[in-house]
């Protein structure tokens, strides 16, 4: 199939960008972005700029994108999604499922003209109840609006110029989102306008920006096309958010309003065919009166650090780390983590402060027709709550990043817990049902200060059906639940996708096993053993450290591991430990291994953990070990050694130490060795 991107030589000056436009932020985003963007070693040939595939899609075609991606070995670490990226993974995805592989080429014959309607997407509903609290990741939209409009199209000027149209409507307000002007290449796309940035593998929530909010003009560099063998991904973005009253003046003393700047950016690599890592950071600043935004503070909002003063703290930044796993076979899965921090903590730029933890696994083939997806996330107090920046990270109300900050009461520093289940079934008549299952609760031991407010438990329970209807996409769903505050919602809604007739329903899957050995080999297994070792304590500058005595006690982990070479292997791992009477769970977003000869391995890893001091302290994971590989047919023997480094968190408890102005956190750093036995499954 002919790509609508084509292949041509191109240098960095063809993006045409002025950088002498009168307006003050997109000339300062442009011209660091232009600059990076002439950083980036393009070869002499190269593809145009692509379009983008809207979030917030039927669930049928969203579903079906998903698995192409996972089948074709395609790892997301941010969206909105380029459109080259699917039409490179059906290849791949074709040979494990021709039908699936059918229909997503030919939703894609959408994107592949001069111009056109990529969606027209109309939602009316009947609503009932008294809430009138967000839908997540919807753009702003809430549970008691009654309709809602989703328009996009396009057109190609040229290879490297695309012009986008497009906009989300409700009972409320008309935002256009998907509205923007598109230059450059594969390497390095220039976006000025109303686009999307989500910056997270996972699917249900992103805890530094999401679609939770309504979008934001900005101004974006980016690459849909990896760069080199590692695989390189960046995007680098400004923005302009809403107004916000009480920002601080430059010089510390005062008040004003106006409007924050937000600069984000996330590098990533992805070394093999689905695998990929990614470190990502956003920044509020700016917004005073006089304005603060500069080039240079565009510069240090990217890439500098706060002082620990009050008057001379530059904004208010947030980061996360991420990693996304496919694993093939004949069921195939991918595990996402995001481990994701509020500003710094403890001593040194790398160690985040107030964390929030998210893992999903999802089977975008469980069982012939079924699918599923879990998502758990959970957030210790601080999260979208600033002392400099009152309002925090919010436009138009609502909070840009993970959807449990618009379940609370504005500016509540309070921790807790989301899950998200998600499952599919395609029936033989090509209709497809989805069930999404939400819930959330907050935890009031995490409170410090602020409103005395007692919580419900969030739960949201939603239906919908997809189907063609001559073609054309139409949905229909039911949505029931209760807020935070008690109050009930209730939705029965129908969805019409105006544009252009897009496939039709193809019944069953035709979902093979590929044959690719290096590709498909996958192994679960389950370890059992003991792990030696002992807790440090940090609790105050003027309290003694104390080192808990060395103890033997049981260690238990699930995890799951591929080839990416002939002697290496990728993998997650979750284990379970207990250290002081309390619990430890460890978390290997990166679980490295390489193999010698066939019975000799070492390992190295590394990711995030958790230990339940009152409540969940949080903090870096690493180690090492050696392997002895089937010590008997299926079993493994390995010994680890480990590292838990300044897991922390504020002290809320009436049982924790006091507060003191050098110290306001609990610290703990763990040590132990593992002896385990390993159980291929």
Avoid at 369 to 398: C, I, K
Wanted: aromatic share 10%; glycine share 10%; net charge negative.
């Amino acid at each position: 199939m002919q790509t609508p991107w084509p292949v041509h030589g191109i240098g960095p000056d063809a993006l045409g960008v002025n950088l002498r436009s009168r307006s003050l932020a997109l000339t300062q985003g442009m011209a660091l972005l232009a600059l990076l963007g002439m950083t980036v070693g393009m070869p002499a040939a190269a593809r145009g700029v692509s379009p983008y595939l809207p979030m917030g899609m039927s669930p049928d075609m969203d579903r079906k994108i998903q698995r192409v991606l996972a089948l074709g070995g395609k790892t997301v670490m941010r969206k909105p999604i380029p459109a080259a990226v699917v039409l490179e993974a059906l290849p791949r995805a074709c040979k494990s499922d021709e039908a699936l592989c059918a229909e997503v080429r030919a939703y894609l014959q959408r994107y592949m003209k001069k111009s056109g309607v990529t969606h027209a997407r109309v939602t009316a509903a009947v609503v009932d109840g008294d809430s009138s609290s967000a839908q997540p990741n919807a753009h702003g939209v809430d549970v008691n609006d009654a309709w809602e409009a989703r328009v996009g199209g396009y057109y190609q000027w040229n290879d490297y110029v695309l012009i986008s149209a497009g906009a989300i409507a409700s009972d409320d307000e008309v935002i256009p989102t998907g509205s923007l002007l598109s230059l450059g290449t594969d390497y390095a796309q220039l976006d000025i306008g109303y686009r999307d940035h989500w910056l997270s593998p996972l699917n249900d929530s992103s805890s530094l920006i999401s679609t939770e909010a309504p979008t934001m003009p900005s101004v974006t560099l980016s690459n849909y096309k990896p760069i080199s063998r590692l695989g390189i991904g960046y995007e680098v973005f400004a923005a302009e958010m809403s107004k916000q009253e009480n920002l601080p003046t430059l010089d510390g003393l005062g008040v004003t309003s106006g409007k924050p700047r937000l600069a984000g950016m996330q590098g990533s690599v992805s070394p093999a065919e689905g695998l990929g890592f990614a470190l990502s950071r956003v920044t509020q600043y700016g917004g005073g009166s006089p304005d603060g935004g500069t080039l240079s503070d565009f510069r240090k909002a990217l890439i500098g650090s706060n002082s620990p003063t009050q008057l001379s703290e530059f904004g208010n930044r947030v980061a996360s780390l991420t990693s996304s796993i496919i694993f093939p076979g004949k069921t195939p899965f991918a595990v996402h983590m995001e481990y994701a921090g509020e500003d710094n903590a403890y001593a040194g730029n790398y160690r985040l402060g107030a964390t929030n933890m998210s893992v999903g696994i999802d089977f975008p083939q469980l069982w012939q027709n079924f699918d599923v997806t879990y998502e758990v996330s959970e957030w210790q107090n601080a999260w979208y709550v600033h002392h400099v920046y009152r309002d925090g990270l919010v436009n138009r109300e609502h909070v840009i990043g993970h959807w449990f900050g618009d379940q609370r009461v504005f500016g509540d520093a309070i921790g807790g817990q989301s899950h998200s289940l998600r499952a599919g079934w395609r029936s033989p008549s090509g209709r497809y049902w989805q069930a999404t299952y939400r819930t959330m609760s907050l935890d009031e031991a995490w409170r410090v200060a602020g409103p005395e407010v007692g919580y419900d438990t969030f739960q949201s329970l939603r239906l919908d059906v997809s189907m063609d209807v001559r073609g054309f996409a139409v949905d229909a769903g039911v949505q029931v639940g209760q807020d935070v505050f008690g109050d009930s919602f209730a939705r029965l809604q129908a969805s019409v996708d105006f544009a252009q007739p897009g496939p039709r329903g193809g019944g069953r899957s035709s979902y093979s096993e590929s044959s690719e050995s290096d590709w498909s080999k996958t192994q679960v297994f389950v370890d059992v053993g003991a792990n030696y070792g002992s807790v440090k304590k940090i609790f105050g500058v003027d309290i003694p450290v104390v080192r808990t005595d060395s103890e033997v006690t049981p260690h238990i982990a699930f995890g799951a591991r591929r080839n990416v070479s002939r002697r290496s292997d990728f993998g997650v791992r979750l284990e379970l430990d207990r250290l002081d009477d309390n619990n430890l769970i460890s978390l290997r977003a990166l679980d490295y291994r390489f193999r010698f000869n066939p019975k000799l391995a070492v390992n190295v890893f590394g990711g995030a953990a958790r230990y339940d001091f009152g409540l969940p302290a949080y903090g870096y994971y690493y180690g090492a070990g050696v392997q002895y590989m089937d010590i008997l047919p299926g079993w493994d023997l390995s010994l680890d050694a480990r590292h838990h480094e300044k897991l922390g968190r504020d002290k809320t408890l009436p049982s924790d130490p006091p507060i003191t102005p050098d110290r306001t956190r609990l610290f703990f750093d763990a040590d132990g060795i593992a002896v385990y036995l390993s159980r291929r499954l």
